[in-house]
């Protein structure tokens, strides 16, 4: 039976038929109306909220929605089913901004040492200079090329798409017989060499008319897909130089905030095909801004210039990315279909260089250890590091690495996104308007808080949660449990709709007029993202029998990792109670990582030995993690006598003194 | 400046703008108006004239129109250019019959009797069952796969593209980890073998759940490209067999009849797209009747079945399958771009097979010595042959090789189309309504005929034009020149519009009410289609010092030389005067060539030993073909000892008989 849905939004009207049975999200969709899903339809995060305003629909959950809400006609999007005409509000959603965060992504990076292009580059420029066909000799133009190669350079092999075959004639006549050839080599050995006969394999990659400056760039590119931010580097492969460094969120948000939410999503009808169109959109877009960056005495880059490009991210990145079903990266025993792919071009990924271009996507370890820790080990050093030394990727899946240059043990552990701010009531990501640091005054519990941009503020992104977490904790308003102390004497920490709950902002000083609060929940959401990324450290070490306090050096990876208070996520109990110098924050390890295999085979094949090495602990399987887990479910800790810096702020607050002054600010 | 153009066709009416200059082909085709134009555009054959009803015109050319015609305000399509608003009448075209020849076409083929599958076949089934995964063993399905080929076929090396990884996760599933693999074989020696080991790499093809029957069929298909008919057989690797053979018109021949008018066509705007997709709509929906017509109990044969193909053709058929420009091997020195293309598959060629089908177009020798030569050579078994034998590929082109085991030289001709109807007033191909043979009683000069169909005359195809050639001669209508004798006694020879012609069928009997006619310009085009043909193996016979005489058979390939009529081929001096037992026709060589190569590697690599061995001769830059060429142009040849049997049938015409009584009708 057929339903009509009426939806009004942003002041306009449409109506579309669907049978009963429909979800009222894909309704919206088939009228044309984007109603984002963070937590990929699973009726988990609230944001698809609309307000029925005639008929009604059968809420299959109404998690997330108070009374007062269902009152007033409000139902997830995503968990309503049609069942008979309906008339719908769509109220303005949450903006994604897609802020392009240059300023803050762009590292210092130099070009390694030891970089000399023609050793340790897989691609090549070489010129060849051919004899003109004539009556006398008709060769085809493949077979002569192919001898140009043979006598010039010693190559016996040397194989080519048919795609490239239909342009290689008018490129010969062009050059008047005098080409640039750019070309893939495959080692036959691991020697080191330049000559072009030790190698197994020439692939064409493209043919120029003329013989270009050896000097001039080779562009190539190295990417990090991040399940939040996609970051890029533009690199002139001859001389091993970064030229650009963009990033931006990552096009699947809409569709699920965190891996899991976006294989669920993948799983709906035409949901895989959606995502990876949207991750390619986001590096299509990337590359644009990256061509025009570099000024060039001809002008800007251009896509068919790219001619090489190393990929790295979440084994679920990686499969979205392909186009690869990943269901069973998230059903026991936690499969990927693969953790090395084969080396593919920019035509067959999709990617807006040239479409003969070597891709290669990075070898990852297992479902939730993928190729963005194989190449944040790489690029962090850690597979050389004399001393037992942990490496922790902080984002939203919690991944830890623990090791030296003789043995290397990780596991990951699904801390979630509330660090980055969704399943929390106030939580938004790290942009414009994001309370990112709050202080609360011991005696008065007042906040002060730092807002990014320094308008009004729209809500609560990481750090600040991190921030406001401890300040929470060590000013008393929350205890060890997390529960909020209702006795307290400001009429800030109050009874909310979801339980206890503290006001870091009035409503007449927020951006939306409604008041900004951490609650009992959101605290619950955060302490089980901590825990999780505590217990999986501290369960690995145990493991191999390793004290954590005897780990030399705890080196933190991710965009996230550069902006933590390092005393406070030590508060909270996020990270582990050490001399603070031990620590050391390397930003996106990941996209470093991908952009040293982009410039050396030897590095390349270290990625791969990385992964080989790795010896994978699966968590769920362990009920020491369980346990650890659930020790850490608490503020620091429950066995306090691991937070001896933690055990002393409190002691010093019980004097009468916030742990950070606020005339720091 | 715009102008407005309305086109009256089929009882509809549309008008389009176009700028100053546009063709009126262009035009009609953006008012979406398909005019056929089987010269290419090149104002050659007549075709696409329409009636401009209001406004004028530019007539770039008026070749094929005659006074009366321009008076009527006709004017050739691709040759009008657009000054002003114009009102244009379409004509209502000859239809393309698409018939599907397949009563033609059906040879008899057997299985070569040393057949056998798991030696001679490069795809290949194999079994594999799999550990299932668990929790204490999560390595990646491909990783899995690999290792099951490595534990069960001694395989080290396994290959597989990234689209293929997207489906291998589900087989496996479903397959509850027993899985049958479609593997491609690339050998690492010449020494025959079924061991997986001895081969280099594997590429995998496809993947199936559960183990497939080890005799059920694989299928692969063997296809001919020509000029004009495009034939594919169907075939079960696992035996050997062909269950199906379908052939059909090449869907480009609405855009030129020859290979030059096609070359020409693709260098047009857009050209090369238009004719890649025109024969790919050709083989595919050949692909599909032949799947239709093999009964299996499951159902139909599926594209997904299809893992293998061989393509045949001549070096510009395949080009244009490829996209490759082919404007090279039209303009001196005459260089293709490729004549070995390189392996590619199913997806890349647009075939509606297997994406991952091996696709392998044959070697071809050069620009007018194809694939279709090099595979003809190879089943009509000439490079085998003991004594000294000629080998003619009747076409559109007239290939020619002469050899035997031990050497082969080979050229081409361009015949041009007049063997096949077109570039000949009542020209038409071997359709419905086409004269198919003629017969002229030599005293009273009327003209008895056989019609393809049975019903009223339309035209005349290629073997009705042999005919009636020979008859014209034989009877005195034409003189050795080819010269119309406007002295006979019958109103059928009469002077008309393109000079001397005979009446064939009054408009009385024929379907349009026209009479059907031979005029002096069809004899010069006959004339020089068969002088080609002649003077190219003559020639060639000369250049190797070979006295024509002394070669032992003439094999006639191409689907043409399966309805010459040898006696009047031999009296219009097409073929050799020699004992008819000496021509053996077989055939489309062409695809019974592809077939065997389809088959077994060993077929394949001699074909390209063939390629390499024969040695190519360029007649345009010969002056003896000139010279054998001008001798040629005449009935039967200046030279009258060279046809004695025609000179005999000439004096038994002097005593008063036709040299084929009529009562043989």
Known sequence: MQHTITFTHNDNQG????????????????????????????????????????????????????????????????QAVIEGDVSIYVPPQEKIERRLTTDRVVAEVSVPSDYEYPFAQTVRRVHLTLNPPSMDDQTDDWSRLQTAFRLQHQVERVTCSVSLLRKIGDVLRK????????????????????????????????????????????????????????????????????????A????????????????????RNGGRDELRQRVLDTINSLLDVAFKRVKLPQGKVTPEQVVKTTIAGNSTMMHLLLGIPASNIRLSPFITTVNQPPLTTGREVGLNVNPEAVVDCLPGVASYVGADITAGVLSSGLDSAENVTLFLDVGTNGETVLGDRDWLVTCACSAGPAFEGAGVVNGM???????????????????????????????????????????????????????????????????????????????????????????????????????????????????VGIPLETVDKVLIGGSFGKYINVEKAVQIGLLPDMDWSRFEFLGNTSVKGAYLALLDWRKRERITEIAKRMTYIELSADNSFYDAFTSALFLPHTDMSKFPSVAEALSSKVEGRTSVDQGDF
Chains 1, 2 share one sequence.
């Not at 893939?184 to 000559?195: C, P």
């Not at 990552?250 to 799983?267: F, H, L, P, T």
């Open 15 to 78: 109506s579309v038929e669907t049978p009963t049975g429909t979800l009222l999200s894909d309704a919206a969709h088939l009228a044309g109306i984007d109603i984002g899903q963070p937590c990929g339809g699973q009726g988990r995060c609230g944001r698809c909220a609309v307000q029925v305003t005639g008929g009604t629909v059968r809420r299959r959950s109404t998690l997330r929605l108070s009374p007062a809400d269902i009152e007033q006609g409000y139902a997830l999007a995503c």
């Open 429 to 543: 990501r790290a942009t414009t308007g994001a309370i990112e640091e709050v202080w609360i005054n011991s005696e008065t519990l007042e906040p002060t808080y730092r807002v990014i941009g320094g308008g009004k503020p729209k809500g609560i992104c990481g750090s600040g949660l991190i921030s406001l977490l401890s300040e929470s904790f060590i000013t008393g308003i929350l205890d060890k449990g997390g529960n909020v102390n209702l006795m307290a004497t400001n009429s800030r920490v109050r009874d909310g709709a979801h339980g206890g709950e503290y006001v870091v902002a009035w409503g007449a000083e927020s951006e939306s007029g409604a008041d900004i609060v951490l609650s009992r929940v959101d605290v619950d959401n955060l302490l089980r993202a901590k825990a999780a990324i505590y217990a999986g450290f501290t369960v690995l070490a145990e493991n």
């Open 248 to 267: 931006e969120y990552n096009g699947q948000i809409a569709r699920g905030e965190d891996v899991i939410s976006r294989i669920m999503y993948a799983s």
């Open 175 to 246: 050059g008047d017989w005098r080409v640039t050839a750019i070309i893939e080599t495959i080692r036959l050995s691991d020697h080191e060499t330049i000559r072009l006969s030790d190698h197994a394999t020439i692939r064409l990659i493209d043919l120029l008319p003329g013989h270009e400056d050896e000097y001039s760039p080779l562009w190539g590119c190295a990417i990090d897909i991040g399940t939040t931010t996609v970051s890029l580097w533009l690199v002139d492969l001859v001389t091993g130089q970064v030229r650009a460094q963009v």
